[in-house]
């Protein structure tokens, strides 16, 4: 569990606000398993049904942790599957997940408007698009090199808009 | 000025027509032909084709406005679209203007470039609306918003656009943060400019301005230490395609790769080396590691760099690397300092296990990269100590020179290009090391390359050697002059000791500016066809046959170059130990001869004198003129 964060004023309202949204009208497929302290959320995610019907994760329970920063919403905050992740293309056993909107910088594609009900919409659809239930390449060697570190260390490409 | 020194200037011209063969005016034409790659070093007045210009700040901000203001006024777009388009264009004008009319929407749409909307009503204004940064509502007079429309606080805007500055040049694209914005509207440099503080502005410029020359294919900025000029390309490059050039504030650096001037080398090649270079210092320290015990004393025992000569630093026991002999029985008879004999037929026998094979297989070929990093090293270090003396000598030693002589400075220049040729020179002969060590990799299976090897071996020695004798004359020569003359200062000046300087170190700054050139010239169009370029001369019996009848070098003659690849001379041979003989054959094939007295390779081989010194030919070519 990460420790609790400083937060400037306006983090701190945004994500009161947002926690407030969400309370209204929860995203699909998702709720809330723990907001304590604010700046650590764990959501509960369920496995969503593939397009034309297709099973792949529809019958799986994930949990995904949302760690947010001090200069949140202009930096990202730290979004990662916990134990055990999808089996995805894009997701690593460590729970680390190759999407752009992730991520600030060079190629991301996160922008300060995004909201974390947004964020995790994304992700569900994520699983929903994929038709090939399968580890991303060189998994075992990217968590032994990184392990728990964040990340936003990482240094991603993001080529694959489909999946 | 005296009268001293007027008779000092025309003396010296007459003379140097006579002994030289070549007026300034000759001189000069031949320079526009040699095109070095430091030419642009020179004050402009030499050469005339300089491809590349030094832009200082000024000028680069004059050429950047005008490539703004003529791609404003073809398209009819204001400053800001103007520098998106040229950007994403790569300062291209011309390309800007043809997609920019074939393809208007769709360059606008990549840009985020939306159409502004009409002004939005009196009563638009005083609503509210929420921002979507920090999810609270103001005014819409006091939020900000791109042409799409998508308002955010300025507060909100303010930290957007702090975090792009900070993440670099690429902030220049900065778009609408909305996740609705279908468009990914670009924000326009007024919003930018408004929110953002007084550093941040002037940062933005920054940006904007190294823009010209970072995202520009035809601009780099200078490599030297605290330049702030950049140089602009004015020729056609291919990809890849190297070019030396050389800023006012005197760096010297290729356009392409931006590592060290590197002419006649390709960039590839210096990359390649450069990476071997670091790889392998680690390499060197694990075989120095690796040390062998002092036959004698059991002491471990580090290798000298390149020879095989070891001396044990305990008990002083000098010993051979390969068969660990005693050194004393090593020396010609063994092959000389890079081949042990001894261990070549020990070898045969049978006596050295695999692992001692295996080790003097790994050994040999850092031995070779070894032999060519030495040297290239060397000349490295030659160069920069070259280039401290030359600042030395210009700033120095010219003026009490000029002083002391009563000759007006701009007469003592040839001391200047002495040391610029020294400068320049190293820096070409120490790559061509790094060339030498890719090119000829396979000279020990095939005789083809063994044959270019030797050829490209003579050049190089041929430019080497000249080389040492001009720094020698530029430094030693120079260095007693200066002192005799400080000595003599009151009237005992020696003028025609000192003319007879002038005349060889001139004679000598030409001379290996020739071989260099030759060596560049040859290294750039490769060896492939070289024996179809001499084999003209070689015909009209000026080949082998022909230098048979000096008589001196009839055991190598026939076999031309390539026999120097089996003479039994493996390996690297050090140049200096290079048997006279392997020249002649050398000079036979190629069809020009050496001068003695100068070294200039003469093309014309029924020539009695040289046509640099005019010093009579010696040996077999000379006075007969018996080649033909
Ligand atoms: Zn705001
Ligand atoms: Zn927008
Ligand atoms: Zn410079
Ligand atoms: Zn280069
Ligand atoms: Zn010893
Ligand atoms: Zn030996
Ligand atoms: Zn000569």
Redesign the pocket.
């Known amino acids: 569990m990460a420790q609790a964060t400083r937060l400037s004023t306006v983090a701190q309202r945004r994500i009161q606000s947002e926690l407030n949204e969400w309370m209204r009208s929860p995203p699909e497929g998702c709720c809330l398993e723990s907001c304590e302290p604010m700046t650590s959320w764990v959501v509960i995610m369920q496995g969503p049904e593939g397009a034309g019907g297709v099973r792949l994760y529809s019958d799986e329970v994930f949990r995904v942790r949302i760690d947010f920063g001090e200069q949140y919403p202009l930096d990202p905050p730290d979004v990662i599957f916990l134990a055990p992740a999808p089996i995805h293309p894009h997701i690593y056993s460590n729970g680390h997940i190759c999407l752009d909107i992730l991520y600030s910088g060079r190629n991301g594609g996160w922008s300060p408007a995004l909201t974390m009900s947004k964020v995790v919409l994304s992700l569900r659809s994520m699983l929903a698009s994929n038709t090939d239930k399968r580890k991303p390449p060189g998994d075992a060697e990217y968590c032994a090199r990184v392990g728990n570190r964040s990340p936003k260390l990482s240094n991603w490409v993001f080529e694959d808009d489909k999946v | 000025m005296s009268d001293d020194s007027e008779e000092f200037r025309s003396g010296s011209e007459d003379e140097e027509m006579s002994d030289y063969g070549a007026s300034d005016a000759d001189m000069d034409v031949e320079d526009d032909d040699d095109d070095y790659g430091f030419a642009g070093a020179e004050e402009v007045s030499t050469v005339p084709k300089v491809p590349y210009k030094v832009l200082p700040k000024e000028d680069l901000n004059k050429q950047r406005e005008k490539a703004l203001r003529e791609v404003m006024d073809v398209l009819g777009i204001d400053e800001d679209t103007a520098m998106r388009v040229l950007r994403k264009y790569k300062w291209d004008s011309s390309r800007v203007q043809e997609e920019w009319f074939s393809k208007y929407d769709q360059v606008r749409e990549s840009l985020g470039l939306v159409d502004e909307p009409g002004p939005s009503g009196r009563a638009a204004c005083e609503a509210e609306e929420r921002?979507f940064?920090?999810f609270?509502s103001f005014p819409v007079r006091d939020m900000r918003s791109a042409a799409c429309r998508h308002y955010?606080?300025k507060?909100?805007w303010r930290g957007y656009i702090t975090q792009a500055l900070s993440s670099g040049p690429a902030c220049l694209d900065l778009r609408c943060p909305s996740t609705e914005c279908k468009q990914k509207a670009c924000v326009p440099c007024a919003l930018v400019m408004e929110l953002a503080s007084g550093e941040e502005q002037s940062k933005y410029s920054t940006y904007m301005v190294r823009s010209f020359v970072e995202d520009n294919s035809s601009m780099c900025w200078c490599t030297g230490k605290n330049c702030e000029n950049a140089i602009q390309c004015l020729v056609d490059r291919g990809p890849d395609e190297a070019m030396d050039v050389i800023c006012s504030c005197s760096a010297t650096f290729c356009f392409n790769c931006k590592e060290e001037a590197h002419r006649p080398v390709s960039c590839k090649t210096v990359k390649t080396w450069l990476t071997k270079n670091s790889a392998e210092s680690e390499n060197m320290n694990w075989i120095l590691a690796n040390t062998k015990p002092c036959p004698k004393c059991s002491r471990p025992i580090e290798k000298n760099q390149g020879c095989m000569h070891m001396t044990c630093s305990q008990c002083r026991f000098e010993f051979c690397w390969l068969c660990q002999g005693d050194w004393k029985e090593h020396g010609e008879r063994t092959g000389g300092f890079y081949a042990c004999n001894r261990f070549e037929t020990a070898k045969k026998k049978g006596e050295y296990d695999d692992e001692s094979r295996r080790r003097e297989n790994a050994k040999a070929s850092l031995e070779r990269y070894m032999h060519y990093f030495e040297r290239f090293d060397a000349h490295s270090k030659a160069r920069e100590k070259a280039r401290l003396d030359a600042s030395k000598v210009s700033k120095d030693w010219l003026e009490q020179l000029a002083d002391i002589t009563k000759t007006p400075t701009s007469q003592l220049k040839f001391i200047n290009e002495a040391w610029n040729q020294i400068v320049e020179c190293r820096r070409m002969l120490k790559w061509t090391y790094a060339y030498g060590y890719y090119a000829f990799e396979d000279a020990d299976r095939n005789s083809e390359v063994a044959r270019h090897k030797g050829f490209f071996e003579f050049l190089q020695g041929d430019a080497e050697r000249s080389l040492e004798r001009l720094h020698e004359a530029a430094e030693k020569d120079l260095g007693a002059h200066v002192t005799k003359a400080r000595n003599q200062a009151d009237g005992g000046f020696d003028a025609d000791a000192f003319q007879t300087f002038r005349k060889n170190l001139i004679g000598l700054t030409d001379v290996t500016a020739g071989f260099f050139d030759k060596l560049v010239k040859q290294l750039e169009k490769g060896f492939s066809s070289m024996e179809a370029d001499y084999a003209g001369q070689v015909d009209d019996g000026a080949g082998p046959s022909g230098v048979n009848e000096g008589g001196e070098q009839a055991a190598g003659a026939a076999g031309g170059p390539a026999a120097t690849g089996t003479t039994g001379h493996k390996g690297r041979r050090s140049k200096k130990a290079r048997g006279v003989d392997e020249d002649v054959v050398l000079l036979g094939e190629q069809g020009f001869w050496t001068c003695n007295k100068c070294t200039y390779n003469n093309q014309d081989l029924t020539a009695r004198r040289c046509e640099v010194c005019n010093e009579a030919r010696a040996g077999p070519g000379g006075g007969a003129g018996n080649r033909r």
């Open positions: 921002c940064i920090c609270d955010f606080c507060d909100c």
